[in-house]
């Protein structure tokens, strides 16, 4: 397949699931999944995780927290 601009994977979740030990093993992971499934190459996947505080998420219209 042809190689075009990065693939980028931007993440949030609650903080307190990034971590020093989670955050290699969720970049590792979604890197495979996307390179298994589009063909892409790894080299050219980028994935951002960031930790959001749960006071500053909301769903169906409300606050989450």
């Known amino acids: 397949p042809a190689q075009g601009p990065p693939q980028l994977?931007?993440?949030?979740l609650y903080e307190q699931r990034v971590t020093e030990e989670s955050v290699p093993k969720i970049i590792e992971a979604l890197t495979d999944a996307l390179h298994e499934s589009s063909g892409a190459a790894k080299e050219h996947i980028w994935v951002i995780v960031e930790g959001v505080s749960p006071k500053h998420w909301g769903a169906g219209g409300a606050p989450a927290a």
């Open 9 to 12: 994977l931007p993440l949030k």
